[in-house]
């Protein structure tokens, strides 16, 4: 099983739908839970942090689910600027080092 | 908010000629940076961890003497890639930790990432 598993896509999506994407993960000892947004041929950028009540920024929804090991995003009323490969990232049970799941691409149509 | 540079953001050069890439934090101090490679349609693989001071760790299948990592201060970190051939063109990525993030939860900062084609 891999560390960090993502639905690679694409999602073809119409702006204003609303979207999820999960990410399993396999180490059961680990603490941080990051989404970040990566745009083609550039660095990828910090979204969210993952943290354990679950979290919100706008229209983004993050939650985490310990039992079943695996983390979501939740993106309302799409926009066309939320096109992007969303990787999902996790720690390597509690050290620095993190893992990067092979993202989910997002395509949001007019 | 934390900023990390990395330059070249891009680099062409010829099969044999070694390649220096510069990862800095410019607005804090990182103990520890890590450089991942990226090629197309794949994650972000970690290479290894440099830790200011001491010696890198590498990821397994990683050759530490065609990249060598040298990370002489808080704020900088250098990969060179040595005797470089074209299945290295690649994108590269630094990232840095604050070494005032103590606590589990903090993010990475990336830098802009370094286009590597080796021709």
């Known amino acids: 099983r891999k560390e960090v598993e993502q639905d690679p896509g694409p999602f073809n999506v119409p702006e204003g739908a609303t979207v999820a994407f999960n990410c399993t993960y396999s180490?059961?000892?680990?603490?941080?839970f990051f989404w970040y947004r990566q745009d083609c041929r550039k660095e990828p950028k910090l979204l969210m942090s993952?943290?354990?009540s679950g979290n919100e920024d706008g229209r983004f929804t993050a939650q985490l689910n310990r039992a079943s090991q695996y983390i979501s995003l939740l993106i309302r009323d799409s926009k066309l600027s939320d096109s992007a490969t969303y990787l999902c990232?996790?720690?390597?049970?509690?050290?620095?080092?993190?893992?990067f799941g092979t993202g989910t691409k997002l395509q949001v149509i007019p | 908010g934390a900023v990390v540079s990395q330059h070249p953001s891009w680099v062409i050069c010829k099969s044999g000629t070694s390649v220096k890439i510069e990862c800095r934090s410019l607005?804090?101090?990182?103990?520890?940076m890590f450089w991942y490679r990226q090629f197309p349609k794949q994650s972000l693989m970690l290479m290894a961890t440099?830790?200011?001071?001491?010696?890198?760790?590498?990821e397994q299948g990683v050759e530490k003497d065609k990249f060598l990592i040298n990370h002489a201060s808080l704020t900088l970190s250098t990969l060179t890639v040595t005797s470089a051939h074209p299945e290295d063109s690649s994108f590269y990525i630094c990232?840095?930790?604050?070494?005032?993030?103590?606590?589990?939860?903090?993010?990475?900062?990336f830098g802009d990432g370094t286009r590597l084609s080796i021709l």
């Open positions: 993952v943290y354990s």
């Open positions: 607005d804090f101090q990182a103990t520890t």
């Open positions: 180490n059961s000892a680990s603490q941080s």
């Open positions: 990232v996790v720690d390597v049970g509690g050290y620095q080092k993190v893992t």
């Open positions: 440099s830790n200011e001071g001491s010696k890198a760790t590498y």
């Open positions: 990232s840095a930790r604050d070494r005032g993030d103590r606590q589990v939860g903090q993010p990475q900062h």
